[in-house]
């Protein structure tokens, strides 16, 4: 659990934009890890807390879970196999810990902040 937690912590520099985007996607909070867990857009096929867009990130968001849980120190063995749960299923479906695991990751080790360029934030 310590490795799930140490993953999903949001760094200082990213807190307050994060909480920015996050409520404008889907009305979550960071201080409530699963709000907005199963939000899913009726004009896209964006979903989850941070409404990744199905074909983008369906199979490549799962890598960047297991990315990060190896970087915090979780087996290899075993966040291949967080990887490939996660994989079989829709994001919108997943814990609110993985999918800030994967907004994580993506926002800070691969720069993807443009992903949520928007109004707002």
């Known amino acids: 659990m310590l490795v799930l937690r140490r993953a999903s912590t949001?760094?200082?520099?990213?807190?307050?934009?994060?909480a920015c985007v996050l409520s404008r996607?889907?009305?979550g909070s960071l201080d409530r890890r699963q709000s907005g867990v199963g939000a899913r857009?009726?004009?896209?096929?964006?979903q989850?807390?941070?409404q990744f867009i199905n074909n983008?990130?369906?199979?490549?968001l799962p890598w960047?879970?297991?990315d990060r849980l190896v970087t915090f120190g979780m087996p290899k063995a075993q966040a291949n196999k967080v990887r490939a749960f996660l994989d079989k299923r829709p994001i919108y479906k997943w814990n609110?810990?993985?999918?800030?695991?994967?907004f994580i990751e993506t926002v800070v080790e691969r720069d993807g902040w443009h992903h949520w360029d928007g109004p707002g934030c």
């Open 10 to 18: 949001f760094p200082p520099s990213i807190r307050g934009k994060a």
């Open 25 to 27: 996607e889907s009305g």
């Open 41 to 46: 857009n009726p004009g896209s096929s964006a």
């Open 48 to 50: 989850g807390r941070w």
């Open 56 to 60: 983008k990130w369906q199979h490549s």
């Open 64 to 66: 960047h879970v297991r």
């Open 96 to 102: 609110g810990w993985w999918q800030d695991i994967g």
